[in-house]
């Protein structure tokens, strides 16, 4: 199984107080705040790791077919920036940093990988077995994002599977969980969609389960 | 306040998260914040404070977790306000 979701740093500063009083608690577990509270950038740690939970929470939620809305069930364990750190451009200012995590859910664990580039937080999680094809994130403006997003995966699936656009769909399970169909049929692929602000993006990989 | 005047303060607590501002014309008991209307998960903490506020209540973490649909935030304010 797999899970995904991104962040506009630029969108939830806009349209998210986490300072407001009992916002942080009702989401994240002592040690989580404490994270917070320990961080430079305080407001770029909060979507950090609320990004790290909706990857995870989409993952569980596709496993055990649940629906919930449980953030401080969700637990951070062993958040840490990777290696790889600090590549700038040329102008210093876009920063790329990678982090890793394990969180648990009930008595799920997952490991989930997490980049920030500039104002874009991008998690994703997937089980041992699966393979992964195809991972995009793009900026894609100020229009209709679910849309957009959709159009940005049939673009890359037509260019993938060498399919034509108009043979592809996606249809919800009772969950709301999407599904791809090509020419009507359903594929044995795992998909997880995201959209917030300007960006939008995909996760699919091999077999249905 | 009865249930008609609690299902609209929750309409008017809901409103500014919403994406999908015709499922808001039909909202009922049914209605789900994140399937029909849209709303970013994010926004569901914001609800809940506001929730707090409006009836000036206390929503612990077992409630919360229930508090996906219209019908259930209902159930929890009735249990709260009692």
């Known amino acids: 199984m797999i899970g ?9 500063r806009q349209e998210s ?13 002592r040690e989580e705040q404490q994270l917070i509270a320990a961080a ?12 790290c939970k909706e990857a995870a929470y989409k993952r569980w939620s596709s496993e055990t077919h649940q629906r919930s809305f449980l953030p401080k069930k969700i637990a951070i364990k062993d958040f840490q920036e990777t290696d790889d750190h600090n590549t700038s451009n040329v102008e210093g200012h876009l920063q790329q940093q990678g982090y890793t995590s394990w969180v648990q859910i009930a008595d799920h664990r997952y490991f989930v990988q997490t980049t920030l580039i500039g104002d874009l937080i991008h998690s994703w999680t997937l089980s041992a077995e699966k393979k992964l094809l195809l991972h995009k994130v793009e900026l894609l403006g100020q229009q209709d994002l679910s ?3 959709r159009s940005l995966l049939y673009g890359h699936l037509a260019q993938y599977f060498r399919w034509s656009p108009t043979d592809i769909s996606i249809q919800k399970n009772e969950h709301g969980r999407p599904f791809i169909y090509y020419q009507n049929k359903k594929c044995k692929l795992s998909l997880s969609m ?4 300007r960006y939008g993006g995909f996760l699919l990989a091999e077999g249905e389960g | 306040m009865n249930k008609t005047e609690r299902i609209a303060a929750i309409k ?9 501002k015709a499922a808001l014309e039909n909202l009922n008991e049914e209605t789900d914040f994140l399937k029909d209307l849209k709303i970013n998960s994010a926004h569901l903490v914001d609800i809940i404070l ?3 506020d409006e009836f000036d209540i206390e929503i612990e973490d077992e409630a919360m977790e229930k508090m996906l649909t219209v019908g259930a935030a209902l159930a929890i304010i009735e249990e709260k306000v009692k």
Not at chain 2, 12 to 20: C, D, F, L, S, T
């Open chain 1, 17 to 29: 107080n986490w300072r407001r009083p009992r916002y942080l608690e009702k989401i994240f577990t």
């Open chain 1, 40 to 51: 430079g950038y305080p407001d770029t740690m909060v979507w950090l790791l609320w990004s």
């Open chain 2, 12 to 20: 008017r607590i809901v409103e500014p998260y919403v994406q999908e």
């Open chain 1, 194 to 197: 995201t959209h917030h602000g």
């Open chain 1, 147 to 149: 849309k957009a997003t």
């Open chain 2, 50 to 52: 506001d929730v707090e």
């Open chain 1, 4 to 12: 995904n979701d991104l962040v506009d740093l630029h969108q939830a």
